[in-house]
């Protein structure tokens, strides 16, 4: 589907996103990683966003979305960071620093998709799983 409907307008807002553990750490393997994909979904569907396209990578996620022009991109970011970093905390709390319950770095990078096609960015973060799963395989 092209664009999607708000009760008085049409839009194809699509954004795609990138955020870091903190530090960078390369841990998300097995069923962490599994976990993260499934929390981000759950959250994502929360809010009535479609990830067109993810990859969760040992260091990084990517997230091709589509965000209503209703939300914020920050918010949504945000919301996805915050909630998610509280529920891994519940089901892995030895992974999270001290008695902060952070896990996600502070920062991330999101781009309009439009200077680029959506199937460049597609593309871009299927590479980036095929090269996630040979760096799992090596483990």
Aim: net charge positive.
């Amino acid at each position: 589907m092209d664009s999607y409907s708000l009760s008085h307008s049409r839009y194809k807002c699509q954004y795609h996103v990138v955020f870091i553990p903190k530090y960078r750490k390369r841990i998300m393997y097995g069923k962490l990683k599994a976990d993260v994909r499934e929390i981000i979904k759950r959250l994502c569907d929360y809010r009535n966003i479609e990830i067109i396209e993810g990859a969760v990578c040992a260091d990084h996620v990517h997230l091709c979305l589509s965000i209503p022009p209703s939300e914020k991109v920050s918010d949504v970011i945000a919301y996805i960071k915050g909630k998610s970093a509280l529920m891994i905390h519940d089901k892995y709390p030895e992974m999270v620093n001290g008695w902060s319950k952070s896990f996600w770095a502070r920062g991330y990078y999101v781009a309009t998709v439009g200077n680029i096609t959506e199937e460049a960015v597609k593309e871009y973060i299927q590479h980036q799983k095929e090269e996630s799963k040979r760096e799992d395989t090596r483990r």
